[in-house]
C-alpha cells in the first residue's frame, strides 16, 4: 500500500471531497425530477450545517426553517438531549434486535408513550408513519373481522400500498391501482359515515384530527361523534397523528383539543424521531393487541425487521424528555397562536389573502381571487395556467430574498402551509411575519420580480400539459 493511500472509510474526508457533487448524484442516481424540480424554482441552495429552527450556507447566511422536514423536527435540528442519547446508545454496545429476547427501551418508551395517551394501552414500534398506519389498517381488519376502512377526502396517510389505499388524492394513486377497497367520506360528513357503516363491512375510519393538505381541522364534534357510530356498527376510530401528535398542535394529540374522543388506535411517527433515527408506532387498546396476538403460534404474525431498535427507541425517550423538561407544548400552543393572530390581522389588508387557520404551529395560510382589476386578471392568468402557482410565487421569495423555507400545502391548492420546529419563539415569528408582510407588499404593488417568476411558471405549467 501506498503511504499516501487512505486507511479505511473516513466519513468526513468523503463529505468534504465528494459533497459538492450532491445534486449531480441525485440526478445520475435518485430520483432525478427532485434537483430539476428544486432548480425550476430556485431552491437548489447548498446548506453547510443546522441546529435548531436554522439553517447556514457555505457564506455564514442563516435560514429559518418553517418546515421542520415536513414535521420530522420538531425539536429541531441537533437537540443536545437526543444526541448525547444517540452515542450514550452506540457507547453501550447493547445486544440490540436478537429478535429472541426482550430489551428494556422498548417498554421504556411504550410506557412514556402511553403515559400521554388515555385510554390506549399497548404499542407496536415500526419504522415510519405509513408504517404505523399500515399497522392499524391490519389490525382493525383482524380485529373486527370486516374488510373495508374509511378516509376522508384530501386525508394523506401515506404512500405504501395500504395506506395509499386511504390516502384522498387521485395525484398519489393514479397508476397504482388495484388498491384496497376502501371508501372516501368528506371529512366532517357524518351523514355518509352513516350510509357506510349501514353496509356492515366497516372496520373503522381513519382520519386526520387536522388534514396536512390545506390545513383543514375537523369540524367540532365530529371525531366524538363519529367514535359514536363507529362504536354501535363494531368499528373502529384510528387517529393519524403522524404530522399533528407530539405537540404540534398545542396538545399533545390533537384530537385532545375536542373532548369525550377516546380512538381505538393511533399513528405516531415524525418527531418521535428526533430528526435521527426514523421510528413509528401504532398505539391501540388492548384488546385489539390480544386479538391480533392469540396465541403463541400468532407472536410473529406482525412485526417489523428494525422496529424497536435501540437507537429510535433511544431518539424516543429522549425526544419525550425534552418535550416535558422544555414544557415543548405549551410553547407550540403559544407561539403558533401568537404566529396566526399577527398572520390573520394581515387578512383585511391585503386582498390575495384569504384566511389564516390552524391549531398551534401548524398553520395554512390560504390566497384568493382578489378584488382589484390589475391583480384580478394576473391571478386569473395563473389560474388559466395551473392552480396553485400563486402560493409558489410567495414560497420562492420567501427563501430566496428573506431567507425562510416553506412550503405550497399541496398540489393545485393556493395555501401554504407552516409546520416549523415546535421551539420557535418571538424572534422567529417577528421574522417571517415581517418578511411575509414584504412579500405581500410586493404582490400588491403590481409589478417586480415576483410577477415576473409568475409569467416563468406559467409558460412552464403550459409547456408541460
Known amino acids: ?5 487512505p486507511e479505511g472509510f473516513d466519513l468526513t474526508r468523503l463529505l468534504a471531497e465528494r459533497g459538492g457533487e450532491r445534486y449531480e448524484l441525485h440526478t445520475r442516481h435518485l430520483n432525478h425530477q427532485l434537483p430539476r424540480m428544486l432548480r425550476t424554482i430556485g431552491f437548489d441552495k447548498v446548506y453547510e450545517r443546522a441546529e435548531g429552527a436554522y439553517f447556514w450556507d457555505a457564506e455564514g447566511n442563516d435560514y429559518l426553517d418553517m418546515l421542520a422536514g415536513f414535521g420530522v423536527m420538531g425539536l429541531g435540528r441537533h437537540h443536545p438531549v437526543v444526541r448525547k442519547a444517540l452515542h450514550d446508545v452506540l457507547d453501550a454496545s447493547l445486544a440490540d434486535l436478537t429478535r429472541f429476547d426482550c430489551q428494556p427501551l422498548p417498554g421504556l418508551l411504550a410506557e412514556k408513550l402511553l403515559a400521554h395517551s388515555p385510554h390506549l394501552d399497548r404499542v407496536f414500534f415500526g419504522n415510519s408513519g405509513t408504517e404505523a398506519v399500515e399497522t392499524a389498517l391490519k389490525f382493525a381488519r383482524y380485529a373486527t373481522g370486516k374488510p373495508r376502512v374509511l378516509y376522508c377526502t384530501h386525508a394523506f396517510h401515506g404512500l405504501t400500498t395500504g395506506s395509499l389505499s ?9 397508476g397504482f391501482a388495484p388498491l384496497l377497497p376502501d371508501t372516501a367520506i368528506g371529512l366532517g360528513d357524518l351523514d355518509a359515515l352513516r350510509r357506510e357503516l349501514k353496509r356492515g363491512d366497516v372496520a373503522g375510519l381513519v382520519v386526520e384530527p387536522v388534514q396536512g393538505k390545506g390545513v383543514h381541522a375537523s369540524p367540532p364534534g365530529f371525531l366524538r361523534a363519529a367514535q359514536e357510530l363507529l362504536h354501535r356498527h363494531k368499528a373502529l376510530l384510528i387517529v393519524d397523528e403522524v404530522q399533528t401528535g407530539l ?30 433515527v426514523p421510528v413509528g ?18 407472536v410473529l404474525v406482525h412485526s417489523a ?11 424516543g425517550l429522549a425526544v419525550l424528555a425534552v418535550m416535558e423538561d422544555e414544557e415543548t407544548v405549551a410553547n407550540a400552543r403559544r407561539t403558533g397562536d401568537a404566529l396566526r393572530e399577527r398572520l390573520a390581522a394581515l387578512v383585511g389588508r391585503y386582498e390575495l389573502l384569504h384566511e389564516v387557520r390552524g391549531r398551534g404551529l401548524m398553520i395554512g395560510i390560504e ?12 391571478w386569473t392568468m395563473l389560474q388559466a395556467a395551473r392552480k396553485g402557482l400563486f402560493a409558489q410565487m410567495v414560497v420562492v421569495p420567501l427563501l430566496q430574498k428573506h431567507r425562510i423555507l416553506t412550503q405550497v400545502s399541496g398540489d393545485h391548492l393556493e395555501v401554504i402551509k407552516l409546520i416549523p420546529p415546535l421551539v420557535i419563539g418571538e424572534p422567529e ?4 411575519v415581517s418578511a411575509f408582510t414584504a412579500v405581500m407588499d410586493d404582490a400588491h404593488s403590481g409589478g417586480g420580480l415576483m410577477w415576473d417568476f409568475g409569467r416563468t411558471l406559467v409558460k412552464q405549467a403550459v409547456a408541460h400539459r
Open 367 to 378: 390566497f384568493g381571487r382578489p378584488s382589484s382589476l390589475k391583480l384580478r386578471s394576473r
Open 281 to 298: 408506532a401504532t398505539l391501540g387498546k388492548d384488546w385489539i393487541f390480544k386479538r391480533v396476538y392469540s396465541s403463541m403460534d400468532r
Open 166 to 174: 386511504v390516502n384522498g388524492e387521485a395525484g398519489f394513486r393514479d
Open 305 to 315: 425487521s428494525f422496529g424497536s431498535n435501540a437507537q429510535a427507541m433511544a431518539a
Open 429 to 432: 415569528v417577528e421574522r417571517f
Open 247 to 276: 405537540g404540534r398542535t398545542g396538545d399533545f394529540y390533537a384530537y385532545q383539543h375536542e373532548e369525550g374522543v377516546e380512538p381505538d388506535l393511533v399513528c405516531v411517527a415524525k418527531a418521535l424521531s428526533g430528526g435521527y
Open 1 to 5: 500500500m501506498k503511504d499516501d493511500a
